[in-house]
């Protein structure tokens, strides 16, 4: 079984650009989450998407937008980028998502904005 | 916020010695997940302690979770240089959630 997928896996960017990063989950998976991960704040939530629902929301600006496919697949989205917007970008699925499941993570997407 | 902590925030031992980082959380919870991380990359599911556990083995892993403490401590035995990583806990955050929230990770490495 092929594992979670992120496209792409570096992206350079500037200021008030803005980015689409792409995930794919782990087939028959219909949960996804986003995660961003900095060396200040460490990991933190995003948002969840279940059958392109999303059920959980973090505590991130209208600049980070995402959606779900009926395949399952996922994009986030971030407009206006700014420099603090410099992470890396993890996606995670899971069967059903929910608070007795284990997530399976991507490499991530290395994001740099100048 | 509800992020919890980990301790130490690094850990440099030697390779055969036994490794041992400390987890706290703050609210309830249904269970408790220790995750890898290889640097720069995605992390990886280690292991997953239910609230009525107080102690799971998995290989040279062994997790305990004390409720009342609200804490974990992940021990790896007879370390390898190939587990130099970051660790962290994570948690779901409170009933009916989808967000798991991690905590800050150690970082550990292992000298050949």
């Known amino acids: 079984k092929a594992g979670v997928t992120q496209t792409p896996r570096y992206l350079i960017k500037t200021r008030g650009q803005q980015v689409t990063l792409s995930c794919s989950p782990i087939?028959?998976?219909?949960?996804v989450s986003w995660y961003q991960q900095t060396p200040g704040q460490g990991l933190q939530f995003l948002f969840e998407y279940f059958s392109e629902t999303q059920r959980n929301k973090g505590n991130f600006p209208g600049r980070f937008s995402g959606r779900q496919f009926s395949n399952s697949r996922s994009e986030m989205n971030v407009s206006t980028l700014e420099l603090g917007d410099s992470a890396l970008y993890l996606c995670?699925?899971?069967?059903?998502?929910?608070?007795?499941?284990?997530?399976?993570f991507g490499s991530g997407t290395q994001l740099s904005v100048l | 916020s509800q992020q919890g902590e980990e301790d130490p925030q690094a850990l440099s031992i030697q390779e055969g010695e036994n490794a041992t980082m400390n987890c706290s959380y703050k609210t309830s919870i249904n269970n408790l997940q220790w995750y890898r991380q290889n640097s720069g990359r995605g992390l990886v599911h280690l292991i997953l302690?239910?609230?009525?556990?107080r102690e799971k083995h998995s290989g040279r892993l062994r997790v305990t979770l004390d409720t009342s403490k609200k804490s974990s401590s992940l021990l790896i035995t007879a370390s390898r240089a190939a587990d130099t990583a970051s660790y962290f806990c994570?948690?779901?955050?409170?009933?009916?959630?989808?967000?798991?929230?991690f905590g800050k990770g150690t970082k550990l490495s292992v000298i050949p």
């Open positions: 087939s028959g998976h219909r949960s």
């Open positions: 302690i239910r609230s009525n556990e």
């Open positions: 995670a699925s899971s069967q059903m998502g929910g608070p007795n499941e284990k997530l399976f």
């Open positions: 994570a948690h779901y955050s409170g009933a009916g959630s989808y967000q798991l929230t």
